[in-house]
């Protein structure tokens, strides 16, 4: 089973930007689709971006859509989330997931392993 962990989360003002990062150990990705997911109090776990093996795919949620971008780099076996024009509504925990297929994904049920998550806050 492959360990996820989450970084870069912490606090910014609105229309800021952070940039946060998936780092696998314990077994490839380079054949997986992977998510990003976030949480904020209180509500449900939401779909925010997923990307597919080569990269050759992405799709993202509508509300971080054209703001938000995933990328990767399996040899590092790394994948990041880069926001930008951040508001408070996107303040949450943001997961790291990975499916054990290659097909985007967008519910939290497709994804078989999670990190643990990183904290983003985002004043006004």
């Known amino acids: 089973q492959v360990q996820l962990v989450e970084s870069g989360g912490g606090l910014v003002q609105a229309g800021g930007s952070l940039k946060l990062a998936c780092t696998a150990s314990g077994g490839t990705i380079s054949d997986s689709a992977m998510g990003w997911f976030r949480q904020a109090p209180g509500q449900e776990r939401d779909f925010v971006a997923a990307i597919s093996p080569e990269s050759f795919i992405t799709r993202y949620a509508d509300s971080v859509k054209g703001r938000f971008k995933i990328s990767r780099d399996n040899a590092k076996k790394t994948v990041s989330l880069e926001m930008n024009s951040l508001k408070p509504e996107d303040t949450a925990v943001y997961y790291c997931?990975?499916?054990?297929?290659?097909?985007?994904?967008?519910?939290?049920?497709?994804?078989?392993?999670w990190g643990r998550g990183t904290q983003v806050t985002v004043s006004l």
């Open positions: 997931a990975k499916r054990n297929t290659p097909a985007l994904g967008n519910i939290g049920s497709q994804f078989r392993d």
